[in-house]
């Protein structure tokens, strides 16, 4: 394979690609697309890790996602385009196992970790129950920096506001920033979603953001590719998630990753093939992935 993109956030290791995963990993590796398969929690992750020992150009990325600090349903309308339903049982950050994994040589990077408030409502709706919520988050966060900052690798971070808002962003930033006074931190926004003064806090800590499928139909987002600079900016799917046009309504899946980059160019009016090299390279500088 010889890569000219790196899709560094992309689900794969999930069960909605049991039945064509070998076929969905070679339709990335002939477009030459390199991918990062993300864990949500322990299953999800160790299956990013097989996957990674399996494959040529393919690697792992572990840890609980926020949404599964506690038991919760997500019906298909909630998950979005290429989900499914499925209920979370829950998950305590266990240190010791998530250690373990993140030693491999395959595993680039921490998470996804971080807060998400946009599934309070799936709560039961207590404001004992949503503080109870964040704080497991929280824990559940600081534990993915600590071991982040223990093996040297980069924060996959997920933030999801309450609507109208950017409080998870602003509380990931505060909390990022007063844990690097301990030891460095890279991280990376993964599918991120605010706005340019929160980028603005991004861009002054030295961290990056990634962009998804979108990009490609949703306008919000020129603002924001325009102003951040190239060297800032990642591509990914999220797949089976929050497929790019011309392919909606499908699921997503790794191979699509090349027309966000090229919307990236379109949006800034920018040469397709230097936007492309750019993006990758900053994958690689941020990752690190195996030569």
Known sequence: MTPKYFDIHTHVNFSVFDADRDEVIKRAQDAGVMMMNVGTQKDTSRKAIELAE???GVYACIGLHPIHCDRSHHDEAETGEGGVEFTSRGEVFDYDYYLELARHTKVLAI???GLDYYHRELLDGSQEAIDENVAKQRESFLAHIRLAQEVGKPLMIHGRPTKGSMDAYND???IL????KKAPITANFHFFVGDIPTAKRILGNGWTMSFDGPITFA???ADLVRYLPLSSMMVETDAPYATPVPHRGKRN????????AKHIATIRGEDEEAVREALFANSLRVFRPLS
Do not use: F, H, R
């Open 177 to 180: 920033e007063s844990e690097a």
């Open 219 to 221: 306008k919000e987002y």
């Open 54 to 56: 399996q494959y040529e």
């Open 172 to 174: 990931i930033i505060d």
């Open 111 to 113: 998470g996804e970790t």
């Open 253 to 260: 899946e790794p191979s699509y990753v090349s027309y966000i």
